[in-house]
T-cell receptor, first 113, second 111 residues
Framework: KAGVTQTPRYLIKTRGQQVTLSCSPI?????VSWYQQTPGQGLQFLFE???????NKGNFPGRFSGRQFSNSRSEMNVSTLELGDSALYLC????????????FGEGSRLTVL | DQQVKQNSPSLSVQEGRISILNCDYT??????FLWYKKYPAEGPTFLIS?????DKNEDGRFTVFLNKSAKHLSLHIVPSQPGDSAVYFC??????????FGAGTRLTVKP
């Protein structure tokens, strides 16, 4: 069974640009969550999608958005990039929402110059 | 809002000894707690969990203890092995939802 796949793995952008990250969950998993990892801050919760609906949202500005498609694949978008957005963005899937255990992808490393 | 805190950014232990990683939380509504392990260039992987109706859960060399009154949980690894060297994240959720993570503790097990 293939794991969670995130693309791209690495990307470099400049301030003011926007970026779209993609996540393909494990087959059959319907819940997708996104996290931002920065040194010293751990994993900060961005949002969770289930059946194409956003169920929960973390404390991030509106520049961070996401969506989920009917095949459970998810994308997140960050507009008007700032230097502080440089981070590892992790996607995690689970079979259902509220089941606790998450299966993570390897992440997308974003560097903003 | 740091609802889950891991106050030790790093821990170094000798191979064969016990590793104890600690985690504190502030939200009394949390009822499900997990530990994840993360190697460099990989995503975190689930290690062990405990629900609030228990105070201990054991899986091989790994044991998680929960003290609800102190809002504290810990992960014990006995005996520690060099392959256990990784970053360990504590996580907490309410009925499995909206999982919150700590900042992580980097464990180094020396041979």
């Amino acid at each position: 069974k293939a794991g969670v796949t995130q693309t791209p793995r690495y990307l470099i952008k400049t301030r003011g640009q926007q970026v779209t990250l993609s996540c393909s969950p494990i087959s059959g998993h319907r819940s997708v969550s996104w996290y931002q990892q920065t040194p010293g801050q751990g994993l900060q919760f961005l949002f969770e999608y289930f059946s194409e609906t956003q169920r929960n949202k973390g404390n991030f500005p509106g520049r961070f958005s996401g969506r989920q498609f009917s095949n459970s694949r998810s994308e997140m978008n960050v507009s008007t990039l700032e230097l502080g957005d440089s981070a590892l963005y992790l996607c995690a899937s689970s079979p259902m929402t509220g089941t606790g255990e998450l299966f993570f992808g390897e992440g997308s490393r974003l560097t903003v110059l | 809002d740091q609802q889950v805190k891991q106050n030790s950014p790093s821990l170094s232990v000798q191979e064969g000894r016990i590793s104890i990683l600690n985690c504190d939380y502030t939200n009394s509504m949390f009822d499900y707690f997990l530990w994840y392990k993360k190697y460099p260039a990989e995503g975190p992987t689930f290690l062990i969990s405990i629900s609030s109706i228990k105070d201990k859960n054991e899986d091989g060399r790994f044991t998680v203890f929960l003290n609800k009154s102190a809002k504290h949980l810990s992960l014990h690894i006995v005996p520690s092995q060099p392959g256990d060297s990784a970053v360990y994240f504590c996580a907490a959720s309410v009925e499995g939802d909206d999982m919150r993570f700590g900042a992580g503790t980097r464990l180094t097990v020396k041979p």
